[in-house]
């Protein structure tokens, strides 16, 4: 569990409350073993307790959760599941109940006694059909006298030896689903995988796993090839159209999104040339290296390329508010994520990629003028809080533009994942099931 840096609740009226955790809402991943979405665990900028204060705490719970929550979990979790973090005091009154069972999963804080009340609260909402976890669970935790209610028990790698993370998977795997936190390599993904872990919370999928360094192969070439051609200065259609024939899943996935509603083509377009005429270079070369990443992604997670997708939008649209200079910030944020869905390391990726010196320094870690835009999507992303504000200060924006901004790239990068035919889903939850 990340937990969220706490700030002041806002006094103002219920409407600015209302809205603000639609825009103040990160979400951390957790993955199968085989690296399919089994949901989010859903990062609120206050915690989720500090929005029911106030003199009707009823009508200002209700406000926030069927605003930002029952009508955004398919935006905010992709029809999966959204793991919630509950105090005692969200589980004594009940406010979890507003969220459809099916979809929701009450993780119960490291922090929460178990006292009668509180195991009173969970056998009501396992009753209920909600999915009952336990968070940051230890080798000898108290809150033991719940592991009976709970069908997940997530284990933070970092607080426990090997020898304790295994002798909780044997004592209570048979039981409950066991869930591995804090994954950060691969490495430590196939040791938990092993292990008998179910599910997996972290970002080892994000790091490259890369074999060795020998030839690269022939596929990876194309989408490298593509994104050089899309990033030059003058497009040469002729160059995009044999790179793409090359791969005909490449070519299909390029009609189609030229034609959709997501481009806004008044008349179909039949090539790369047509789109050039018709539409422009600045548009035909967002499209042609959105299809390049999206053909690199294919057998990827879809969370990694929905991420990459979510960070360009969300660039693209700070562009329009800060001064980059001759940076192609949307090429920036697809590209932050280019090492892992390529399997390779960014270093040989910007040796290949044609980019502005800015764009590359701050792909490879270097100091940058985009560095604040840079981490500020890395923290918006993540729910770093503090580390967001200090950056929007610093670029001079309001967190009502950024979070409006963010929020709008979740919609965007939904919609082109929806939207092409190659993409894997998400583990969706049947009806009265969770596994």
């Excluded at 859903?42 to 009707?56: A, K, P, V």
């Amino acid at each position: 569990m990340t937990s969220p840096v706490q700030s002041q609740p806002d006094d103002d009226d219920g409407a600015r409350v209302a809205n603000a955790p639609c825009r103040f809402v990160a979400r951390q991943p957790i993955l199968t073993a085989d690296k399919t979405i089994f949901g989010y665990e859903l990062l609120f900028r206050d915690g989720i307790e500090n929005f029911f204060q106030g003199s009707d705490s009823e009508a200002a719970s209700r406000s926030v959760l069927d605003s930002s929550l029952i009508m955004g979990f398919d935006l905010l979790c992709d029809g999966t599941r959204a793991f919630i973090n509950c105090t005692r005091d969200v589980l004594l009154k009940d406010y979890v109940t507003l969220l459809p069972p099916p979809q929701t999963v009450v993780e119960i804080l490291e922090d929460v006694p178990t006292d009668e009340p509180v195991v009173a609260a969970c056998q009501r909402l396992k009753e209920a059909g909600y999915v009952i976890a336990l968070d940051d669970f230890t080798a000898d935790d108290p809150r033991h006298v719940l592991t009976h209610l709970a069908d997940i028990i997530k284990v933070d790698l970092r607080l426990c030896t090997p020898e304790q993370s295994a002798g909780m998977v044997e004592r209570y795997g048979k039981r409950s689903r066991m869930l591995a936190e804090k994954v950060e390599t691969p490495e430590e993904f196939a040791t938990a995988n092993a292990l008998g872990y179910s599910y997996f919370q972290g970002y080892f999928f994000r790091k490259p796993e890369v074999v060795a360094a020998s030839e690269i192969p022939t596929n990876r070439i194309t989408y490298i090839r593509m994104l050089q051609a899309a990033s030059r200065p003058d497009l040469d259609a002729r160059e995009i159209e044999s790179l793409i024939k090359s791969e005909p899943s490449l070519c299909y996935r390029l009609l189609r999104y030229l034609n959709s509603s997501l481009f806004g083509f008044s008349n179909a377009i039949h090539s790369v040339s047509h789109a050039l005429a018709t539409r422009g270079a600045r548009e035909t070369r967002r499209c042609v290296r959105l299809v390049a990443m999206l053909g690199a992604g294919q057998n990827r997670p879809s969370e990694l390329v929905l991420t990459a997708l979510v960070r360009g939008r969300f660039c693209e649209l700070l562009a329009l508010k800060i001064p980059h200079g001759d940076a192609d910030l949307f090429l920036m944020g697809i590209m932050s994520l280019m090492d892992a869905i390529l399997e390779m390391q960014m270093e040989r990726i910007v040796e290949s990629v044609p980019l502005d010196r800015e764009c590359q320094a701050v792909l490879l870690g270097e100091p940058s003028s985009l560095s604040p835009v840079y981490e500020l999507m890395l923290a918006r992303e993540s729910g770093q809080w503090s580390v967001a504000s200090k950056m929007m200060t610093q670029l001079r924006l309001s967190e009502s533009q950024v979070g409006e901004d963010y929020w709008q790239a979740m919609e965007w990068a939904r919609n082109i994942a929806a939207t092409d035919p190659y993409r894997g889903h998400a583990a969706k939850p049947p009806p009265g099931t969770w596994k």
